[in-house]
């Protein structure tokens, strides 16, 4: 499975941007993470592909959402009111199987290169 990411970029506080995933083969779940310079990289958001069951990491709940593109495996990230703690490499990911969890990289067997978002 290969996960092509777009949408990265620089944006002025309180902007907004969207990421794409798209993924090559059939896929149980995806989601995005994310890493910031001297930071581990920590769960976004996530979706159960077909089902549209979200989550969302605390830090972003309200202003990002997560959505999967009708019979494709392809999902955005749309990203409100950015702020510069945002700023970071995205990286799509996904499983074949359930569960994935936000908070176990882990459950997502398959990354994405990354693509950077710049908040100032």
């Known amino acids: 499975v290969q996960l092509v990411e777009s949408g990265g970029g620089s944006v002025q506080i309180g902007g907004s941007l969207r990421l794409s995933c798209a993924a090559s083969?059939?896929?149980?779940?995806m989601g995005w993470f994310r890493q910031a310079p001297g930071k581990e990289r920590e769960g976004v958001a996530r979706?159960?592909?077909?089902?549209?069951?979200?989550e969302y990491a605390d830090s972003v709940r309200g202003r990002f959402s997560i959505s999967q593109e009708n019979g494709k495996y392809t999902v955005y990230l749309q990203m409100d009111n950015l702020r510069p703690e945002d700023a970071a490499v995205y990286y799509c990911?996904?499983?074949?199987?359930?569960?994935?969890?936000?908070?176990?990289?882990?459950?997502?067997?398959?990354w994405g290169q990354g693509t950077q978002v710049t908040v100032s």
């Open positions: 990911a996904a499983d074949r199987e359930y569960p994935c969890r936000l908070t176990d990289q882990n459950t997502f067997a398959f």
């Open positions: 083969g059939r896929l149980r779940c």
């Open positions: 979706i159960y592909t077909g089902i549209g069951g979200t």
